[in-house]
Nanobody
Framework: VQLQASGGGLVQPGGSLRLSCKAS????????MGWFRQAPGKERQFVSA????????YYADAVRGRFTISRDNAKNTAYLQMNSLKPDDTAVYYC???????????????????WGQGTLVTVSS
């Protein structure tokens, strides 16, 4: 599967952005989908994940209550709605697709993950 992430940009603190991740090559419904982020000088960290059918969602503590993950399998697309953005949210955001147990994706220990190219989110005044 190929993943194309979009929607990043520059936003002021307290603002909102919506990221999109379009899958092609295989139907997205066979994959759990997730979002990760990597800030300068830091390791890539888990942000959020959603199961194949969208029935379960998972969030990192740092974003719970501010970010919402969703998916539209008819459009082969996953989304990350980001509200109340903070400067600490500044990072390159990567979408991920994974066929294995969702717990491995949430725990950032999954192998054979398909990654998108990343989209930069900058939160600054």
């Amino acid at each position: 599967v190929q993943l194309q992430a979009s929607g990043g940009g520059l936003v002021q603190p307290g603002g909102s952005l919506r990221l999109s991740c379009k899958a092609s090559g295989r139907t997205a419904s066979v994959y759990h989908m997730g979002w990760f982020r990597q800030a300068p000088g830091k390791e890539r960290q888990f942000v959020s994940a959603i199961t194949r059918g969208g029935s379960s969602t998972y969030y990192a503590d740092a974003v719970r209550g501010r970010f919402t993950i969703s998916r539209d399998n008819a459009k082969n697309t996953a989304y990350l709605q980001m509200n109340s953005l903070k400067p600490d949210d500044t990072a390159v955001y990567y979408c991920a697709a994974y066929e294995g147990p969702v717990g491995a994706l949430v725990g950032n220990r999954a192998t054979s993950v398909s990654w998108g190219q990343g989209t930069l989110v900058t939160v600054s005044s």
